[in-house]
């Protein structure tokens, strides 16, 4: 075949397989030409998933006869002139239009301000209809139907209508929450109405609309800068973790974007606080001269490539890190509210539903603080030992005799309150033997001594690490450690990095893995559990795992096997170190897996309860 030109529609039908990828990426680009044209309200609706109808509705400068002419063209645009260095518009490929005209049905109906009447356009499968005038309010109408009728293999590719209205919908909510001057509503035979009326300048109020009116209470807001990048925004308490990263949001002057290395910097910035799995909540705005950003990188627009890339990642990370440090013990304390109202007084129990259970990890009455469904008391590794998983789960002790309560303990120095002014307070006594109470000056602290401890264990490696090789201590005998054959080839692969830790270990024949040192810092450690998670750590581990990452999980699976105290009775003066050491260890608020390691209750919750005040 001999070169030639390509016909139009199929070019521009070439250059839709990369723009418009399903029915939401049809939204966006409609959506964000309203924006562009000056929005204050945008009406979107749906059918089928999009499939069928797609139509928004937008108040803003409308376009005259020729430039509706025009919009439909390839290539043609108001937003850029000469250069691609200055962009601060949403679109300025000048190709949406044409693009979806080649593959669907596509109607504009439009009227500038002062002007008599509409005029509309029509470009169905490339074949454009001349242009005739409307009758239409002003500001713009798109209508695309049947999207795909033209290309009938994309068609085939699309989801459920439910799978592609829950798509237009997420992306409505991110285009919503970085223009929260402008009102959205989003409606349609095939959903619920989402209305979102406009909050001006409030970012928070919109971020509210879509995520939650428990966002503020569980973020704590950011705002850095370095060198000429800015970064403002809201982060999500490790506590509050989400199971999937749809709760990021990322906006590079002022546009929504899902770029990758904005959001593997997140997640390096929570990778100690979350476990593998968990995903926190982010919103960032990141803000810089455009000419230091190329936003021209990929069609759909969602990827930027920054001049500097490492600067913004260290400034995304170093500001995360920094807020969580400052707001990171909010986490416990401000569960006091619900922990209060998980009491109950025995008159309004009496005959009633049986008390809620306390829980560790609060799964009851403050469920939207817990860490999410991801946790089990009976399945973490951090579960307290000698099956006191349930905590406080059993009846209320019912009788006066019982409350010497076996399991409670209180010696006479525990009256020694010198402490009391501490942070965390005085330890007055450990119960079920894993949960420390201490009095502070004004109110009471329930320490988690197991998660505590597995928090203090691990910055410990971290900072052992820092200052160079982790301790060991040697067996007298090495012990052998039967696994299957991968397992061993994995960890033997690994052997270096392990003895960094202190773990020294080495193959022993087939299926069999020798230990002959462990870290000293976890003492009486039970070496084959270690040693298996430790496998199992491994195989999750693949090319992109990078050499942070990699020292943190083990630290992290280490500190988890030397939490050796819980279940552990301990007297006044170890609870009192274990609190101390706490307040002076940054992020010891919640444990690795993002729980808490203390709840806080004021003493005022405590006369509420008691109907005092
Ligand atoms: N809702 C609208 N209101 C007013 N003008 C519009 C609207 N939608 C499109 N236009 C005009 O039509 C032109 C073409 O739109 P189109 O979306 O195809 O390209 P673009 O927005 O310029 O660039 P991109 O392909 O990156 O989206 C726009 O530049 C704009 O002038
Ligand atoms: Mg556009």
Not at 305 to 327: E, H, K, M, S, Y
Not at 373 to 388: F, H
Request: aromatic fraction near 4%; hydrophobic fraction near 40%.
């Amino acid at each position: 075949m001999r070169v030639h030109q390509l016909p139009e529609t199929l070019i521009n039908q070439i250059a839709a397989g990369e723009v418009i990828e399903r029915p939401a990426s049809v939204v966006k680009e409609l959506v964000e030409n309203a924006i562009d044209a000056g929005a204050r309200k945008v009406e979107i609706a749906t059918a089928a998933g999009g499939k069928a109808l797609i139509r928004v509705i937008d108040d803003g400068m409308g376009m005259d006869a020729d430039d509706l002419t025009l919009a439909v063209r390839r290539h043609c645009t108001s937003k850029i002139d000469q250069r691609l260095d200055d962009i601060s518009t949403l679109g300025f490929r000048g190709e949406a239009l044409p693009s979806i005209g080649s593959v669907a049905r596509l109607t504009l109906r439009s009227r500038p301000h002062n002007t008599p009447h509409a005029n509309e356009v029509s470009l169905a499968g490339g074949v454009l209809a001349p242009l005739r005038p409307a009758a239409a309010n002003q500001g713009t109408t798109v209508e695309v139907r049947d999207l795909f009728f033209a290309t009938p293999a994309r068609l085939k590719f699309l989801k459920s209508d439910r799978a592609e209205t829950a798509a237009i919908t997420e992306t409505v909510r991110r285009i919503a929450m970085a223009f929260p001057a402008v009102r959205f509503t989003l409606s349609g035979p095939d959903r619920s109405t989402l209305d979102l009326p406009a909050t001006g300048e409030d970012r928070l109020a919109r971020i509210a609309q879509v995520l939650g009116a428990e966002f503020a209470a569980n973020t704590i807001a950011l705002d850095a800068a370095r060198e000429e990048v800015g970064l403002a925004g809201h982060v999500g308490l490790p506590t509050w973790n989400k199971a999937n990263s749809l709760s990021q949001y990322a906006f590079v002057n002022g546009r929504p974007v899902q770029d990758k290395q904005i959001l593997t910097a997140i997640r390096a910035a929570y990778s100690d606080t979350l476990p593998r799995g968990r995903y926190p909540v982010a919103v960032l705005w990141i803000t810089l001269d455009p000419a230091l950003v190329d936003v021209n990188v990929h069609p759909a627009k969602s990827d930027v490539r920054f001049r500097d890339p490492g600067l913004v990642r260290g400034l995304i990370i170093g500001a995360i890190r920094q807020a969580l440090l400052a707001g990171g013990d909010r986490a416990s304390p401000s569960a006091s509210v619900g922990l209060a109202q998980a009491f109950r007084s025995p008159q309004n129990a009496a005959g009633s539903a049986p008390v809620e259970p306390f829980r560790p990890g609060f799964a009851g009455s403050f469920a939207s603080r817990s860490p999410a469904g991801g946790w089990q008391a009976t399945t973490s590794p951090s579960r307290p030992l000698n099956g006191v998983g349930t905590g406080f789960s059993e009846p209320a002790q019912p009788e006066i005799a019982e409350t010497a309560m076996p399991s409670a303990r209180s010696d006479d120095s525990s009256t020694d309150l010198s402490t009391v002014e501490n942070p965390l307070g005085a330890a007055r006594t450990q119960i079920h033997e894993n949960y420390i109470v201490a009095q502070t000056r004004d109110g009471l602290v329930i320490v988690d001594q197991h998660a505590a401890h597995e928090r203090l264990v691990f910055e410990r490696f971290k900072t052992a690490l820092r200052a160079g090789k982790v301790a060991s201590q040697i067996l007298l005998l090495p012990e052998i450690i039967d696994l299957p054959e991968d397992d061993c080839d994995r960890l033997a692969e690994r052997a270096d990095d392990l003895a960094e830790f202190g773990l020294v270990l080495e193959r022993f024949g087939p299926g069999a893995i020798a230990v002959r040192e462990t870290p000293a810092m976890l003492g009486e450690a039970d070496v084959a559990g270690l040693v298996r998670d430790m496998a199992d750590e491994i195989a999750e581990w693949d090319s992109s795992t990078g050499l942070r990452d990699r020292l943190e999980a083990v630290a992290s699976t280490m500190a988890c096997h030397g939490s050796v105290r819980s279940g552990r009775r301990l007297v006044t003066e170890e609870m009192n170190a274990l609190l101390r050491e706490m307040e002076r260890t940054p992020g010891s608020g919640q444990c690795n897996h993002g729980r808490p390691t203390y709840i806080e209750l004021k003493l005022s919750d405590i006369e509420k309860l008691f109907s005092r005040r």
